[in-house]
């Protein structure tokens, strides 16, 4: 009696003759601007030590500017091939994905291209990286209350530098490599959108396109409402565009 064959090889799984689960077409954005960003570059600009914002980071909601980058979203949306549009969103809890993400899908349903009220799921794993005491702090703040912090820092590199209380690069990617899974299983064949943060779409991008820490220091920021595509090609999701912003 012939033994039953078994995918696993040592140690390793086969996947000769297993289709891999991907969605069709996997879009990750950024919020749009918040008020933050807006504090945030002016601090920067000017070198202030504080910014006049007193709520929690996961309660920022977007600027004006920030919706009107969220309206041209949907407007994208609503253009793409019918294929192409995502009828499935995965979300950040925050305030500002939250409004993203609700504008953005009120612009293209008002314009027939998807259902009314499509359903937002939110995921935690898709939240903003935490930065611990380094919260809500000015780079020049930074500098003065926390200099060994800042020197650490900058010798660390973002990829693995981990303020105390906060995350890494490399811990936001965790959580985004777990996210992946179940995405995969749960929009095998459909086409997807992710609204989240700069670092959470930067991790995207680490972990799928495979890319060395070099690699993804190069990159520029990712900006607000920007869009960046991967395809599913023969089991793999693959980059077809990034950081996009030619919509707005």
Not at 149 to 174: C, I, N, Q, T, W
């Amino acid at each position: 009696m012939a033994e039953p064959s078994s995918n696993v090889l040592n140690g390793h799984r086969s996947t000769v003759g297993t289709a891999t689960p991907q969605p069709s077409v996997l879009i990750a954005t950024r919020h749009g601007e918040s008020i933050a960003n807006v504090e945030f570059q002016l601090a920067a600009e000017t070198g202030a030590l504080t910014v006049p914002i007193t709520c929690r980071d996961a309660d920022i909601p977007l600027s004006l500017h920030g919706q009107a980058q969220a309206q041209a979203l949907g407007r994208w949306w609503a253009a793409l091939p019918p294929a192409d549009r995502p009828r499935s969103v995965w979300c950040s809890p925050y305030v500002r994905t939250t409004e993203t993400a609700r504008i953005a899908i009120a612009q293209a349903s008002g314009l027939g291209a998807v259902p009314v009220g499509l359903p937002v799921r939110h995921d935690d794993r898709l939240r903003d990286r935490e930065l611990g005491v380094l919260e809500m702090l000015t780079k020049a703040a930074i500098e003065k209350e926390h200099p060994g912090e800042a020197a650490r820092r900058r010798k660390m590199g973002e990829l693995y530098y981990r303020p105390p209380g906060g995350e890494s690069f490399l811990d936001v990617a965790l959580r985004v490599r777990s996210l992946l899974r179940d995405l995969r299983e749960e929009e095998d064949g459909r086409p997807v959108l992710v609204v989240a943060h700069d670092c959470p779409v930067l991790m995207l991008r680490y972990v799928l396109d495979r890319l060395t820490e070099s690699q993804l220091l190069d990159l520029p920021p990712v900006a607000n409402c920007s869009t960046s595509t991967w395809r599913n090609h023969t089991g793999r999701l693959t980059p077809d565009g990034w950081n996009r912003t030619d919509h707005l």
